[in-house]
């Protein structure tokens, strides 16, 4: 099928077209062929936004990331052999030199060197990830597939590359997967095949946690993560990262209400409460080896052995009943907010009301006084002064104040309490 150039040029956004722009008069600048590849050429044919930009050139990286980083005034930081990656406003921008991988052993991590453009794209995963968008003068001027990869863009086909892909990089069953969903696409009926032989073979078990976990990651992370994840289950019988655990109807039923529900959550975090609800019951060493797996930060940590220890009946019980907005503050005040939502999505009638006025409501409550505030009105310095704050924060909560004056006001008569 024949692909309009000028279409897609049109499609990019003024930001990205800046970033093209830029990069295309360092390439001409030093005679180098410029493309952008993989994930941004698909996304950008099917009409999806892109946040990660890959480029690839078919030269020396060095010379090109010297005159990147002056003309951009970005900082490069060199990530593998051959390839580099900086950040550009929202934008995460991935700089590599063609190249073709060789794994002397399933799950290694590949020896890399140059090569042709062509030997790159059958190094990749998928026909839909290998294809490329020559870039001249700061637009698009060849696409180049040498895979058919449009042909499966169109067909709505996942399609691995290499026969021993799977077995390379097991990462990739859970791309494929992934892939699959999110697009609502199909495996291709001989990438299917591979696919199960593979997990049938255990080749889960020739990668480190940590890079399977750090693929898992990227799957909780995306917007509708459900059918990937039930879909893996089922595949991998449970086995995947830690081996037997179930995902019941009931915690299915929850990963889909949250999937609808996370939209309207604030939250750091919105995949760690699909985390919770996969692995909330599991036992000690299970949770650390997922813990270990996902590299999880302390805070993550925490509020899965805060909701372990948590019993969780009781609590719900405690905030099941009819309560004033301090009531509330004080019952949720000291929970994680990630816990919160969880609990909002586990909770009915009267608790699920009273958290929901929490999260939307009084969680946003805030006063504009400082410690500072209350050190000028000439009180010492101590924990006095955080008490002091609270009742003034408490006072806003009950509505008895409405702006800064008003807490002025309301300081005063605490400090002469
Ligand atoms: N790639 C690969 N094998 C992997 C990971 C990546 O062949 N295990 C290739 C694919 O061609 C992919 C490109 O490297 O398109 C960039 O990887 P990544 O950023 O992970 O993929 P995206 O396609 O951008 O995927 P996503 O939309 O999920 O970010």
């Not at 077209?17 to 295309?24: D, F, P, T, Y």
């Not at 609808?260 to 995949?271: P, S």
Request: hydrophobic content about 40%.
């Amino acid at each position: 099928m024949k692909i309009d150039l000028n279409l897609l040029n049109k499609r990019l956004t003024p930001q990205i077209r800046g970033i093209v722009e830029g990069l295309s008069a360092i390439s001409k600048r030093l005679n180098i062929k410029l493309y952008l590849v993989g994930g941004p050429v698909r996304d950008l044919l099917l009409k999806r936004d892109a946040i990660d930009l890959d480029f690839l050139i078919d030269s020396s990286l060095d010379k090109f990331l010297e005159s990147v980083e002056s003309d951009l005034d970005v900082e490069i930081e060199k990530t593998s052999f051959l390839t580099a990656k900086f950040k550009f406003s929202q934008f995460v921008i991935d700089i590599a030199q063609a190249r073709k991988e060789i794994y002397l052993n399933f799950g290694d991590l590949p020896q890399v060197s140059p090569a042709t453009l062509e030997e790159d794209a059958k190094r990749r995963d998928f026909t839909i990830n290998s294809l490329m968008l020559e870039i001249k003068d700061g637009c698009f001027v060849e696409l180049i597939d040498y895979l058919k990869g449009v042909e499966d863009l169109n067909r709505k086909i996942i399609r691995v590359i290499g026969k021993n892909s799977f077995y390379d990089d097991s990462t990739r069953i859970i791309r494929a997967l992934r892939y699959e969903k999110r697009f609502n696409f199909t495996l291709a009926d001989d990438t299917f095949e591979q696919l199960k032989s593979a997990i049938s073979k255990n080749v889960f078990s020739t990668l480190s946690v940590q890079r399977l976990g750090a693929e898992f990651l990227r799957t909780l992370k995306e917007e509708n993560i459900t059918p990937a994840i039930m879909r893996l289950w089922q595949l991998t019988a449970g086995g995947f990262l830690t081996g037997d655990i179930e995902i019941t109807p009931k915690m299915c039923n929850l990963l889909k209400k949250w999937d609808k529900l996370k939209k309207c959550f604030e939250l750091d975090d919105l995949w760690l409460i699909s985390l919770i609800i996969i692995y909330k019951d599991i036992n000690l060493s299970q949770f650390n080896l997922i813990a270990e797996a996902l590299e999880l930060k302390k805070l993550a940590r925490r509020i899965i052995t805060d909701l372990k220890s948590l019993d969780l009946e009781e609590f719900l019980t405690s905030i099941s009943k009819r309560l004033s907005k301090v009531e509330i503050y004080d019952r949720l005040k000291s929970i994680d907010t990630h816990l919160i939502a969880y609990f909002y999505l586990i909770s009915r009638g009267k608790a699920k009301t009273n958290l929901r006025t929490y999260i939307d409501k009084i969680s946003k409550v805030k006063i504009t006084i400082t410690g500072e505030d209350i050190l000028a009105a000439g009180i010492a310095e101590g924990p006095h002064v955080g008490s002091m704050l609270e009742k003034v924060l408490r006072a806003k909560i009950r509505g008895e104040l409405r702006n800064r004056k008003d807490e002025i006001n309301y300081l005063k008569t605490v400090i002469l309490d």
